[in-house]
């Protein structure tokens, strides 16, 4: 009896549903929402967005390793966030908007991409 899976196998994509968890390892990395009701912060590739009051999550994903940074427009309609990867590699910068859709993206060659006066000027570009 062969127990191997043929390469062709569709596999399913889990979705996440919600988290437990804060690290505390980004600088500066939990932010109050210009609105008031919501809390931002990373957990490891991913970005959420937590309701205060009824707890409801919103994830942003996108990124390859861990989230190092993290910045919101004063209007709060944009959240950028950066990455860490490996010496030698691109890092990446992602701008998000709210409605969890990719706004752009830069490649970077440092190590981490930390949170830096141009992050909080592409924040608040505009807005």
Known sequence: MDNKISPEAQ???L???AVI???GHVPTGLKC???QEHMIYPLGCTVLI????TKEQ???QGHGNNVS??????SGEYIASGQVTFMGFKTSFCGI???ESCLLGCPFTKAKLKLWPFLQMICTWYH
């Open 50 to 53: 937590q309701a205060i009051n």
């Open 58 to 60: 919103n994830f942003l």
């Open 15 to 17: 979705e996440l549903d």
């Open 21 to 23: 968890g804060f690290n």
């Open 97 to 99: 908007i709210r409605t």
């Open 69 to 74: 940074c993290l910045a919101i427009s004063r």
């Open 33 to 35: 929402h210009p609105d």
């Open 11 to 13: 596999v399913a994509e």
